[in-house]
Structures are given as structure tokens and as C-alpha cells.
């Protein structure tokens, strides 16, 4: 599996370590960005790993910001994006489970990098159990285009 993750200034600390344990784990992980610690937008990040995520480019993808709302909403915008904002791990796996999350988002300024590891192995490793649950994911698709 191919993961993105993209992060604003105030998440590059812990981007950069979500990023070493995933490759520790194994996984191919692109990295969008911000590297820096300059002041910028989450907006730009966020789009830019949405757009991979819908392009197929990445299989996933995790957004990090200051609360992880910014960049989450950001993502949200982005025809195909289900990103689900957690602040702990048991919202990210039923957010795999009951509604197919495609991106995760969290805080670095709300969550410490140990609850951010263990809402990202839960994001990774859980399934999609689908029967009801893709009705309401595709009432979500519908929602999208206007039509429900
Ligand atoms: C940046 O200061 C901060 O507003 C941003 O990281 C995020 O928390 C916004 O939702």
C-alpha cells in the first residue's frame, strides 16, 4: 500500500515521525509536504494529497496540522475524499470500517506522537466491512453530486 501524507508548520515534527515509523513498518510513503517551519497555508497541503488520493497516486493518505481541522476540511472539499478527523484511535478504525475513509487527519497540537502512531496503524490495517455500509458510502458519493 502507497501512503501520502502532507502536513502545514505547525505538524512537520510530527509528520516527520509518522513518516520514519511507517517506513520502519514497511510502507512506500510520499511525502507532499510542508518540510519546513515557515508559516503557511494547510489549504495547499491538504488539496495536494487529496488530489493524489483520488488520482490513485497514493493508496491513502494522512493530513496533519495544528488541530487537524483545517487541513480535514480541506481534504472534504475534494470529490472522492472521505477524511476522517480523529483524535484517538478507535474513531479511525470505524471510520475505516462503517465509512471507508480514504484519508485520515489529526493534530499535532492536540494529540501526542504515540496516539498519532496508534490512529495511523488502525487507519492502515483495518477494513472496509462493507454490505450496509457501502449503501451510506455511496449516499455520501450522491450527496457529492448533488443528487440525494
Ligand atoms: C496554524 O496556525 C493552524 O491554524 C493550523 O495548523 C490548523 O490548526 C488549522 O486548522
Not at 515521525?17 to 497555508?41: A, M, P
Not at 475505516?96 to 499535532?108: C, D, E, K, M, W
Not at 496508534?118 to 466491512?129: A, G, K, N, Q, S
Request: with cysteine; glycine share 10%; charged share 25%.
Amino acid at each position: 500500500m502507497k501512503i501520502g501524507i502532507a502536513n502545514d508548520h505547525a505538524a512537520t515534527e510530527m509528520k516527520f515521525e509518522i513518516l520514519q515509523y511507517l517506513e520502519s513498518k514497511g510502507y512506500e510513503v510520499v511525502n507532499f509536504g510542508t518540510d519546513s517551519n515557515e508559516s503557511t497555508d494547510y489549504a495547499i497541503w491538504g488539496k495536494m494529497l487529496a488530489d493524489a488520493v483520488v488520482s490513485g497516486t497514493v493508496d491513502r493518505g494522512i493530513a496533519i496540522c495544528g488541530t487537524g481541522l483545517g487541513i480535514g476540511i480541506t481534504c472534504n472539499k475534494v470529490k472522492g475524499i472521505r477524511a476522517a478527523i480523529c483524535s484517538e484511535s478507535l474513531s479511525a478504525r470505524y471510520s475505516r470500517l462503517h465509512n471507508n475513509s480514504n484519508i485520515i487527519a489529526f493534530g499535532a497540537r492536540i494529540i501526542g506522537v504515540e496516539t498519532a502512531k496508534e490512529i495511523v496503524d488502525e487507519f492502515l490495517i483495518t477494513e472496509f466491512e462493507g454490505g450496509r455500509h457501502q449503501r451510506r458510502v455511496d449516499q455520501i458519493k450522491a450527496v457529492e453530486e448533488q443528487n440525494l
